[in-house]
């Protein structure tokens, strides 16, 4: 049973930084390429940030680009979201999914997400 538990969402003020978690089980972990997304509400699902089976290519889209830092942990069977200098465009619910590289169609398997709310 395939399954992706992300966590570590919350409040927090502009400029401010947060670390989400996914977790994952039910497969083998290092063999797929790994995606954060996010949605904005009356917002298309937005792609962030992608990471290689080893960890050692990521993608970054423009928008992230130099605040966000993916990374992931195969013994733990555990991929990061690094949040830093958070802006409230950033507020959505942020989603972990399994394979592809980039884009939403290549996934298979997606987290139930986990709300990031940035505002003063």
């Known amino acids: 049973q395939v399954q992706l538990v992300e966590s570590g969402g919350g409040l927090v003020q502009p400029g401010g930084s947060l670390t989400l978690s996914c977790i994952a089980s039910?497969?083998?972990?290092?063999?797929?390429?790994m995606n954060w997304f996010r949605q904005a509400p009356g917002k298309e699902r937005q792609f962030v940030a992608a990471?290689?089976?080893?960890?050692?290519?990521?993608l970054y889209a423009n928008s992230v680009k130099g605040r966000f830092t993916c990374s992931r942990d195969n013994a733990k069977n555990t991929v990061h979201l690094q949040m830093k200098s958070l802006k409230p465009e950033d507020t959505a619910v942020y989603y972990c999914?399994?394979?592809?590289?980039?884009?939403?169609?290549?996934?298979?398997?997606w987290g139930q997400g986990t709300q990031v709310t940035v505002s003063s």
């Open positions: 999914a399994r394979g592809g590289w980039g884009q939403a169609t290549g996934a298979d398997y």
């Open positions: 039910g497969f083998a972990f290092d063999t797929y390429n």
């Open positions: 990471i290689s089976r080893s960890g050692g290519t990521t």
